[in-house]
C-alpha cells in the first residue's frame, strides 16, 4: 500500500494544478468571483460533466451566454419571457422540460437563501456522518421537493438528472460538485467556499474511468457484467464510499484529494 500511497501523492501533485484547469468542467465555475456565480455554474457544469469534456465546456458555456454573463442576476431576475431563449438547449439527455426547472428551482431557492450550501444540509446539519451521505439525499428530496412544500411542479424525467445515495447511485457528478465547494488547500483548483461540510466528508466522485484506475492499483473491486464483456470496476454508492475509506487511510482529514490521481492518471492515458 505505501507504493500506491507514494504514486498516488506524486500524481496528485501533478495533477491538482491550475494548468489542468482549462480542459475540466471547473473551469466554468472559475470564470466567477461572486459566491453565487460560482455555485451556480458549479453545480450546472457538474450535472452536465459526461461526454467528452470539449463539448461539456461548450455546452457550460452556452449557458452563460443565454444567461447574459451574470447567472445569479440572471437566475434571481429574469421573466419568464427571457426563458425563451433556453428552449433550445440541451446536452445528452438533458432536455428543455429540465432546463427550464433547473431555472425555476434555482430562482424560488436564492430567493429564500443566500448560498446553495443550505441545500445540501439535513435536518441536524449531519455533522456526526462520516460521508455526505445525508447531505446528498437531502439535497435530492429539496431539489426534487418531494414533500410539496415549495409548491416547485416537479417534472419527474428531471430526477435523473439528481443522483442519491438512497437508490444505490455512485453520484459521481454531485460528488464532484462538492469536491469544488468544500475542498480547501493552496493549490487554485477547488474553491473551498463551503464551510459547514467538512472536506474528510467528502466521498470519491466515481465513474468507470475512475474505478478502471481503482481497479487496477487494487484499490477497488469489479464485477462480471456476461460473458461477452468481462468485468467492469463498481461505480455505486457502496464501491464510491469503499474506495473513499482507503483513500482515508492515506489521508485522513482529505481522502477525495486522491480525485486529482485517479482521474489524471485515466485521462492521461497513464493508466
Request: charged share 25%; with cysteine.
Amino acid at each position: 500500500m505505501q507504493a500506491i500511497q507514494e504514486l498516488l501523492d506524486q500524481k496528485v501533485d501533478q495533477y491538482n494544478r491550475p494548468a489542468f484547469i482549462a480542459r475540466d468542467p471547473i473551469s466554468i465555475p472559475h470564470r466567477f468571483s461572486r459566491l453565487q456565480d460560482i455555485e451556480i455554474m458549479g453545480f450546472w457544469a457538474a450535472v452536465l460533466a459526461w461526454g467528452q469534456r470539449p463539448v461539456i465546456l461548450q455546452k457550460a458555456n452556452e449557458l452563460v451566454t443565454l444567461m447574459e454573463g451574470v447567472p445569479y442576476d440572471f437566475i434571481r431576475y429574469h421573466e419568464d419571457s427571457d426563458l425563451r431563449r433556453f428552449l433550445a438547449f440541451k446536452h445528452r439527455t438533458f432536455n428543455t422540460t429540465d432546463t427550464l426547472y433547473f431555472l425555476h428551482f434555482l430562482k424560488q431557492y436564492y430567493n429564500r437563501h443566500e448560498s446553495l450550501e443550505d441545500a445540501f444540509l439535513p435536518v441536524g446539519g449531519g455533522a456526526d456522518s462520516p460521508t455526505t451521505e445525508p447531505h446528498l439525499m437531502a439535497f435530492h428530496d429539496r431539489f426534487c421537493d418531494t414533500t410539496g412544500e415549495a409548491g416547485l411542479f416537479f417534472p419527474e424525467r428531471t430526477r435523473k438528472h439528481i443522483a442519491t445515495p438512497a437508490r444505490n447511485s455512485g453520484c459521481k457528478r454531485l460528488n464532484m460538485f462538492l469536491r469544488w465547494m468544500v475542498r480547501r488547500d493552496d493549490r487554485g483548483v477547488d474553491f473551498g467556499l463551503w464551510q459547514r461540510i467538512r472536506p474528510d466528508q467528502l466521498v470519491i466522485p466515481i465513474d468507470v474511468h475512475v474505478g478502471r484506475v481503482a481497479s487496477k492499483l487494487g484499490l477497488l473491486g469489479t464485477r462480471r457484467v456476461g460473458p461477452s464483456h468481462g468485468e467492469t470496476p463498481k461505480t455505486d454508492w457502496k464501491a464510491a464510499v469503499a474506495l473513499t475509506d482507503i483513500l482515508r487511510q492515506f489521508d485522513p482529514t482529505d481522502p477525495v484529494r486522491y480525485d486529482f490521481a485517479l482521474f489524471g492518471l485515466g485521462v492521461e492515458g497513464e493508466m
